[in-house]
């Protein structure tokens, strides 16, 4: 008898449970059209300015988040702040002079320095490695360093290979920069076999335009201070491998590899500002089990301005930023109800995505709730949109859903049947795919949460085309009904991950992509 009754009691429990997950769904509701647009209307407005990190469109972006969760009642997620400052440090170039054999050359006649790598000095070189291309392709049989010592040495090397320049292509930066032919991928090769500078030939000279003496920004500080960097003519290199003719860099292709003894001094300066960009938190406490967490995320940064021309990011990634705020003022207003969840809701909101991820891996080195305890990351990044390249019926009643298959096997089973019960979209696998050349399931915020372990599903549309990174990416070009029906999956998703009773399972590995 007590068996029976006990049995009795945990399906009761059960029944509580699923009851509970369907009450906090029904405040799926407050997930309108209206809400979306009006939160859009502003992160997506002149005034943020296309919200580029450390900018003060990015800082006013950043407040009215902030404000917004303080008036749905979230509570701040960094102790009493909503915010996670980072640093951003960006350099500028005070002095710059390069000089061969007594010969002075001029800045963007005959060379310019890369701001970003170039440490602060005065180097002078007797002479000169001359490596060809540079290229280490152990694929394809290519050493352009066999029998060479560059160790504490200048290195010569021509830009692109023998079959002209790599192009950014599929895979965007990660697959470039793991191009054997690609700049980045020469720099680490002549760093790690010790070479104190590289200068690279590019034919890209006198420049059209001015080079800009601030470089780009970054989050870590140069770990090779001594390093010197700089793209050269082919007019300095003649003169650095001891020709007085004039050559072209095809003249240079046919030089012999190998030490030429020129007289090379070069001065660079700089000086280094501090800047800060910050990640938005809020969150709703957790009812029975307030400390395991579910994360949802988006990024609120895009390209900022160039000249008078701004990158308005509506669809990346003010959609998926004001996604996360309407779920956020759905589990609020529960919360105050009292159906609030039985998890602890993070909503974390970063900036630096564009730049490379930066505010996601911040928080994910410093984490202010226990990855170990984070059930998931939910990550909505461009969801306002219709992909322009897909031409099947379905094309307005889909979203493409990602990370389903990696990390947990109970993803795609929660998602899948929230998806029936909320907008029962079509959910396309097709960037899961190994073999994905655009390679997204590397590319936004959650991708720093899958590599600590944490399950995560990252939500779509795949506009790759089109106004992607464009000045022309704005509001009026958001279909916000099909962009409700996505959050609104997104919210059932939360509302059931948030009130199970176990954590998801982590039962699948983590593939690192090639570098």
């Given amino acids: 008898m007590k068996k029976m009754i006990w049995i009795f009691l945990l399906f009761v429990s059960n029944l509580v449970i699923a009851q509970t997950a369907g009450d906090l769904a029904k405040f ?110 152990s694929a394809k049989g290519i050493n352009d360093y066999a029998n060479l010592d560059v160790k504490g040495k200048l290195v010569v090397i021509l830009d692109g290979s023998a079959t002209g320049m790599p192009t950014m292509g599929a895979g965007g930066n990660r697959a470039m920069n793991a191009n054997p032919a690609s700049t980045n991928y020469k720099m680490r090769v002549a760093i790690a076999k010790g070479a104190a500078a590289l200068f690279i030939v590019s034919a890209d000279f006198p420049r059209k335009y001015p080079t800009p003496v601030k470089g780009n920004m970054y989050v870590r500080p140069n770990t090779n201070p001594g390093f010197a960097m700089a793209t050269i003519s082919a007019e300095v290199a003649a003169a650095m491998l001891g020709s007085t003719a004039k050559l072209s860099i095809a003249d240079l292709a046919g030089i012999n590899k190998g030490v030429y003894t020129a007289a090379t001094n070069v001065i660079a300066n700089k000086v280094t500002e501090n800047l800060e960009s910050s990640n938005v938190i809020g969150i709703i406490p957790g009812t029975d089990k307030k400390d395991e967490y579910l994360f949802l995320t988006g990024h609120y940064d895009h390209l900022g301005k160039r000249g008078d021309v701004i990158y308005y990011g509506a669809d990346d990634d003010g959609s998926g930023t004001v996604s996360v705020m309407q779920m956020a ?31 996601s891996d911040y928080y994910s080195e410093h984490p202010i709730f226990p990855m170990e305890k984070t059930t998931a990351d939910l990550n909505t990044d461009m969801v306002g949109r219709v992909d322009t390249e897909r031409l099947t019926a379905d094309s307005l009643n889909y979203i493409y859903v990602i990370g389903h298959d990696k990390l947990s096997t109970d993803l795609p089973i929660i998602n899948e049947a929230a998806n029936k019960l909320s907008s029962n979209l079509v959910l396309d696998y097709k960037y899961d795919d190994p073999a994905d050349k655009n390679m997204i399931y590397y590319r936004s915020d959650h991708y720093n949460f899958a590599k600590k372990g944490v399950p995560v599903l990252f939500y779509y549309d795949g506009m790759l085309q089109a106004d992607y990174h464009k000045p022309t990416d704005t509001i009026e070009k958001i279909n916000f009904d ?19 009773e176990d954590m998801l399972k982590r039962d699948l590995k983590l593939n690192m992509p090639a570098r």
Avoid at 92 to 104: F, H, Q, W
Avoid at 329 to 334: K, L
Wanted: aromatic residues 10%.
């Fill in 482 to 500: 099909l962009m409700q029906r996505r959050v609104l999956m997104v919210y059932y998703t939360a509302c059931e991950i948030a009130n199970r």
């Fill in 28 to 137: 799926g509701t407050l997930i309108t059209q209206q809400g979306l647009k009006e939160k859009l209307s502003i992160i997506a407005s002149a005034e943020m300015e296309g919200r580029e990190t450390a900018s003060p469109g990015q800082k006013r972006a950043a407040a009215y988040i902030e404000g917004q969760f303080k008036k749905m009642g979230l509570k701040p997620g960094n102790g009493d702040s909503y915010q996670q400052v980072y640093p951003v440090y960006i350099d500028a170039i005070t002095e710059k002079k390069l000089s061969v054999n007594g010969r002075s050359f001029e800045w963007d006649k005959d060379y310019n320095f890369n701001l970003q790598i170039i440490g602060k000095g005065d180097w002078n070189f007797a002479s000169a490695v001359f490596a060809g291309y540079g290229i280490v392709d």
């Fill in 329 to 359: 003022e759905a589990f609020a207003t529960a919360a105050k109800k009292g159906k609030g969840p039985r998890r602890t809701i993070v909503c974390l909101i970063v900036s630096g995505e564009e730049k490379g991820l930066w505010g």
